[in-house]
């Protein structure tokens, strides 16, 4: 397996539905949506295995400060092969110079996190609003 990173913001509606189905995430079901999102982040490092497209990280920042990590999945598949530490390390480097790149993980997550240097704030919590289209 030889994968490739590129850091593109053009993909088609099933390689977005694919790999955000592959994780079960809801929003995999609005491709169309995903499309438009994908082409309005900042940041868009993704993965593939050929033309398969296997991981992907997206980001929104202040062009000077903060950084936000949207999204960072991996299809189920290529798992445990450190894709995922890859695509952090890219946002990492992209950031470098930014005060600080924030992340909502969920608790299950927080263990891959912390390895990739994130730390777990004891002063702040996660807070959503879902809208009905989920």
Request: aromatic share 14%; charged share 25%; with cysteine.
């Amino acid at each position: 397996m030889n994968i490739v990173y590129k850091d593109i913001h053009d993909f088609s509606c099933e390689q977005l539905e694919d790999l955000f189905l592959s994780v079960e995430w809801s929003s995999g079901h609005y491709p169309e949506k995903l499309v438009t999102a994908m082409k309005n982040f900042e940041t868009v490092f993704s993965a593939w295995d050929g033309n398969k497209l296997v991981g992907m990280i997206c980001a929104m920042d202040d062009g000077i400060m903060t950084a936000y990590i949207h999204y960072l999945l991996v299809n189920p598949e290529y798992q445990d092969k450190k894709i995922g530490r890859e695509l952090i390390r890219m946002a990492k480097e992209k950031y470098s110079d930014y005060l600080r790149i924030v992340v909502v993980a969920y608790n299950s997550e927080l263990s891959f996190y912390k390895k990739c240097g994130f730390e777990k704030s004891d002063n702040a919590s996660p807070m959503f609003i879902t809208s009905l289209w989920t």
